[in-house]
């Protein structure tokens, strides 16, 4: 940790003076996202992208925000901290964005907030859940999720009422499976449940079978997945070729997509915490309209939880981009979402104030049903 906070020291000194206000023009409002659009986890984040800029365009095709129209950059980090930072480092430096918005990692993000803080420059909505981010106020940082610690209470509390006594943990040995472990052990702890088990396996030269083996000697009834991407089914693959048969829980981060593809029909039953809104609740507004402009502009395409959330950062971002005014800056865009009360969206609700910018607390259990989707 030491040398990540030493790595976006050095990379921030530059920008002691930058005014961030510089992705402001009279036509444009400049935002730029460094996120993992590569590897693992890259078929996930790319949906992030994806819902991101159908609602850009939407905006844009009615005229943009107060006349200016968003200029939306992705960079590929690959998942690595120190290609975030210098991602990072050109999208304020080199491109002027206003915003950097939805960057994806725990160790990522932390390690380009030093940089956004000397440079005056706004993180938005940001793609993690860590506790460590929300715990101290950041008037530069606008989460928009549910932190990993909602997420796990809500995990831990399910398994409580349900009579699930033994429960494993399940995590990759990096800061995000770090991170979600200490928020399984506290939620653990909270309830008064045991875990029997913690299992790591390392992501990089991950042994999923000798992980599966050491899980199935706690015989679980149930297994908290504190990982993403390809490193969920693969352990699941593995547990599947003992006698071992327990049920999978897994954090918003896990892909439903990636999960059906990988797993198939034994993707049935798992159950996964999501901090948005069901895709199949077309009484809400920001769903039906995502399903809607989706189904216009890209008729083949499937929805996802993902798109969807990325739809919903976007639409909580512009919105505070209309409310800051057409004299917008990063101190009225600050002052505007701090003063805005409850935005909804459904029941998807955020808020914003001069003591915190934690943003939504909203998380719902969904299960993989028969036909592969969600069901809340």
Request: aromatic residues 8%; positive net charge.
């Amino acid at each position: 940790m030491k040398k990540l906070v030493a790595i976006a020291a050095l990379v921030a000194a530059p920008f002691a003076c930058w005014s961030s206000d510089a992705g402001v023009s009279a036509g444009e409002i400049r935002i730029g996202t460094s996120a993992v659009l590569s590897g693992p986890l890259g078929s996930q984040t790319r949906e992030y992208v994806i819902g991101s800029q159908l609602y850009f365009d939407v905006v844009n095709a009615q005229g943009g925000v107060h006349g200016r129209k968003i200029a939306y950059k992705p960079l590929d980090d690959g998942f690595d901290v120190k290609r975030a930072v210098e991602n990072t480092r050109k999208l304020i430096e080199e491109d002027k964005v206003f915003v950097v918005y939805n960057n994806t990692g725990t160790a990522q993000v932390g390690a380009i907030l030093p940089l956004a803080e000397s440079s005056r420059t706004i993180v938005f909505g940001p793609v993690t859940g860590a506790t460590s981010m929300r715990a101290q106020y950041n008037r530069h940082l606008f989460h928009v999720r549910a932190s990993y610690a909602h997420e796990a209470r809500r995990i831990v509390s399910q398994l409580k009422n349900v009579g699930i006594t033994r429960v494993v943990a399940f995590y990759q040995d990096d800061p995000l499976g770090k991170t979600l472990l200490q928020e399984v052990r506290k939620a653990a702890a909270d309830e008064q449940v045991k875990l029997a088990a913690e299992v790591k396996v390392d992501p990089k030269q991950p042994d999923f079978a000798a992980a599966a083996k050491e899980a199935a000697a706690a015989e679980p009834q149930a297994v908290i997945m504190g990982t993403a991407g390809t490193t969920f089914p693969s352990f699941v693959k593995a547990m599947n070729q003992g006698a071992s048969r327990p049920n999978y829980y897994g954090f918003s981060i896990a892909s439903v997509d990636l999960l059906n593809k990988e797993l198939g029909a034994g993707a049935r039953g798992i159950v996964l915490a999501q901090i948005m809104p069901s895709l199949k609740n077309n009484a809400v507004p920001v769903v039906r309209e995502y399903l809607k402009v989706l189904g216009d502009k890209m008729p083949e395409a499937r929805p996802t939880p993902s798109q969807l959330e990325g739809w919903v950062h976007a639409n909580l971002l512009v919105e505070g981009l209309r409310r800051a005014g057409r004299n917008l800056s990063t101190e009225s865009f600050i002052q505007a979402m701090e003063t805005s009360g409850e935005i909804a969206f459904g029941n998807f609700k955020a808020q914003y104030t001069p003591q915190s910018h934690n943003g939504s607390s909203f998380v719902e259990l969904a299960i993989i049903d028969g036909s592969g989707q969600l069901r809340y």
